[in-house]
């Protein structure tokens, strides 16, 4: 079983923040001049793929970062809404949802605009309803009150991925926003109680692989969505072979890659977010 690897750079030199002080016209890409954190390396069938999360990338929403895996590259950003949906009101209870969106071309070659076509594909609303329900599993909201947060998740590019990079971006983006609302007073309490992640893991050419690119999910035998909390505990899991079935033994090796994976991705989200002291933490459930 492969499993993800530190390599080019020690562990010790990327848990290290790298400082742009930027002008105005890189601010753009160094999100205003924000802490920038570049995930280690993780080598896999002779390729490299860099993670990273580029938060603050614009100026408007409340929480917004640019999310990286490899190729796939998705802009989140969380927006504030005061009301909550009919079937909420009067509850004093709060709403995450999330709307899930690909570039015409982010793909190889162009795809129409589902606005222009007045509908979205089955695919969409699969994949917003995924990210709305992982994002709420960490969310005490009676303690987000009545109010919305709509997490929207824009694909730039896409190389595979792109469901369980919204979720682990997702995360990062409404925890920014949850920081930005108490800072201000909105919020007497932090409503996240935990942490939240998604991998791809997959059985390519008879070997179990972490996060597919497009090439190899479209030749995959096994493929599967993994989403978790920083507890290891399971959120969602998504999983179909193409071909032939695969066996209990391979199954427990996926979920076995999918939690180091994970586990990986949640320190990272921990660093760019500061819960380690430089921020105000992820507060528990109260």
């Known amino acids: 079983m492969w499993i993800p690897a530190v390599c080019c750079r020690s562990l010790a030199t990327e848990r290290n923040f790298i400082q742009r002080k930027t002008s105005a016209n890189a ?15 993780w080598t896999r069938c002779g390729k490299s793929a860099v993670r990273r999360f580029l938060k603050d990338f614009v100026t408007y929403a409340e929480g917004s970062v640019l999310t990286e895996f490899g190729n796939t590259r998705v802009l989140v950003t969380a927006s504030l809404d005061r009301k909550v949906p009919h079937f909420l009101k009067g509850r004093g209870e709060g709403w995450v949802t999330a709307e899930y969106g690909m570039l015409p071309r982010a793909t190889h070659t162009r795809n129409f605009r589902e606005a222009a076509r007045g509908k979205q ?9 995924l990210i709305g329900r992982s994002l709420r599993a960490v ?32 995360y990062v983006a409404l925890a920014l926003a949850i920081k ?3 800072q201000e007073g909105e919020l007497e309490r932090n409503p996240i109680h935990g942490q939240v992640a998604g991998v791809s893991v997959g059985i390519y050419k008879g070997q179990p692989i972490l996060d597919l690119d497009y090439d190899e999910d479209s030749e995959a035998e096994t493929d599967m969505n993994v989403v978790m909390n920083e507890a290891g505990g399971f959120i969602e899991i ?23 994976g994970i586990r990986q991705l949640v320190e990272k989200q921990a660093e760019v977010l500061g819960v380690d002291g430089r921020t105000e933490p992820v507060g528990p459930r109260q």
Do not use: W
Request: glycine residues 14%.
């Open 238 to 260: 998504q999983g179909t072979a193409e071909g032939h079935a695969f066996q209990r033994g391979e199954l427990e090796n996926l979920l076995d890659l999918a939690e180091e």
């Open 139 to 170: 969310v005490d909201r009676a303690a987000l009150g009545e109010r919305t947060i709509t997490v929207d998740c824009d694909v730039l590019q896409a190389d595979g991925g792109t469901r369980t990079a919204s979720i682990t971006g997702g």
């Open 27 to 41: 601010a753009v890409f160094a999100g205003g001049g924000e802490e920038i954190y570049h995930a280690p390396e």
């Open 121 to 129: 594909s089955g695919r969409t609303l699969e994949i917003q309803r």
């Open 180 to 182: 930005k609302l108490m």
